[in-house]
């Protein structure tokens, strides 16, 4: 799936393009995309369908999916590391693919695989990065020294990148994406394997350049309480298409803030337990998955004792009862009406 070395090619275009600095300009970090569809000649695989949407500047914004649901293959069309097959895509005001080198220009990429050299040291690359971003070497040093900071890699600093952790290097990627402080910044899954403190520190460090810097951010996740704390609107994207769209507050009024989950007793009749318990919850969303019973409730503590008064009431056994926040798996299989789609491969 990921056979394109995605940031190795990003940052070697970067290497011949990128001579000067794209903070210094002004631009309009916003995104516009009108029918984007992309199909894969090998496999025939269309991995992004007929999808619209627009980020506007300083605008924090999340594309959130399961595996294979083609957030990767948009994030690399509009970093211009790959073309759509139809439709097209603005960012920073800019065609994705009549104008790619002003594109490249404005942005900042985090993508899921790293390009960095290995034998470098984190403090290198990222002075490195500074000068191919024509900052002097005096500021080069500084910038480099507060992102290690940043992400937490000082101690690290002066180790060969070849020696970092998987953990470690995501988070040098995504100081190497902030050296030229783009007006437009992507980034693909950036906690993906870190530990909670560190996913902390980069939802910080993210938090501080959207609200300070005004950065628009792109970020695709697989995490719902990731989304929903940073992003100021959210996209589902299920099997290459949008699926809903909307602030954190809006689409968790669709499907309730609290689950309450319950596995009827064997020999139960479930068909008729969720009759009853809509009828008992006043028409609340309740749903059957495989042999679970599913209750998306607002108050979720107030509605379980609610549940365990009808279960007592209509004399229902139970072999299991709990009350979670929904996940990602709940949230598709409400909005899309049949549940996660499976990886796509
Ligand atoms: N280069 C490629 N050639 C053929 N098919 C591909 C290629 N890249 C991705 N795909 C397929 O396109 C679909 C979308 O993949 P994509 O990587 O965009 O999903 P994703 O949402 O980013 O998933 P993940 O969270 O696992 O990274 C998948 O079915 C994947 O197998």
Redesign the pocket.
Same mark, same amino acid.
Do not use: R, V
């Given at each position: 799936?990921k +056979? &394109?070395p995605r940031n190795h090619l990003f940052q070697t275009c970067s290497y011949n393009i990128f001579l000067h600095k794209g903070a210094d300009e002004k631009v309009n970090g916003s995104i516009q995309v009108e029918h984007l569809s992309k199909t894969?000649k /090998? =496999?025939g &695989?269309q #991995?992004v369908k007929d999808v619209s949407f627009h980020v506007d500047e300083g605008e924090f914004f999340a594309f959130l =999916?399961p595996? =294979? #649901?083609? /957030? +990767? @293959?948009t994030v690399q069309i509009l970093t211009t590391l790959m073309n759509a097959t139809t439709g097209t895509a603005h960012v920073a005001g800019c065609d994705v693919i009549r104008e790619p080198e002003k594109v490249r220009r404005h942005i900042g990429v985090a993508l %899921?695989e790293t390009g960095v050299d290995p034998d470098l040291t984190g403090r290198e690359m990222l002075e490195l990065q500074a000068w191919i971003f024509g900052f002097g070497k005096k500021e080069g040093r500084e910038r480099a020294m507060r992102l290690l900071e940043i992400v937490q890699l000082t101690e690290a600093a002066d180790r060969r990148i070849g020696r970092y952790s998987g953990g470690m290097r995501r988070r040098l990627d995504l100081a190497l994406t902030l050296v030229h402080e783009p007006a437009v910044l992507f980034l693909d899954?950036p906690t993906t394997g870190l530990d909670p403190s560190n996913r902390m520190a980069v939802w910080e460090e993210l938090r501080r350049l959207n609200k300070e810097k005004g950065t628009t951010i792109f970020l @695709?996740t %697989?995490y719902l309480e990731e989304a929903d704390s940073l992003a100021d609107r959210i996209s589902i994207i299920n099997d290459g298409e949008i699926v809903a769209t909307g602030t954190p507050k809006e689409l968790k009024a669709r499907i309730g803030s609290d689950l309450i989950a319950l596995t009827p007793a064997e020999g139960e009749d479930s068909e008729q337990i969720l009759l009853q318990l809509k009828a008992g919850l006043n028409d609340a969303d309740v749903i059957k998955k495989q042999e679970k019973i599913l209750i998306y409730v607002e108050e979720g503590t107030r509605q379980l004792l609610e549940v365990a008064r009808i279960l007592d009431r209509e004399n229902i056994q139970v072999e299991d009862i709990q009350l979670s926040s929904p996940t990602l798996d709940d949230i598709f299989l409400k909005i899309t009406g049949e549940g996660k789609k499976s990886d =796509?491969?």
């Open positions: 799936m +056979s &394109i894969f /090998k =496999g &695989i #991995a =999916g595996n =294979g #649901a083609g /957030k +990767s @293959t %899921q899954e @695709t %697989q =796509g491969e």
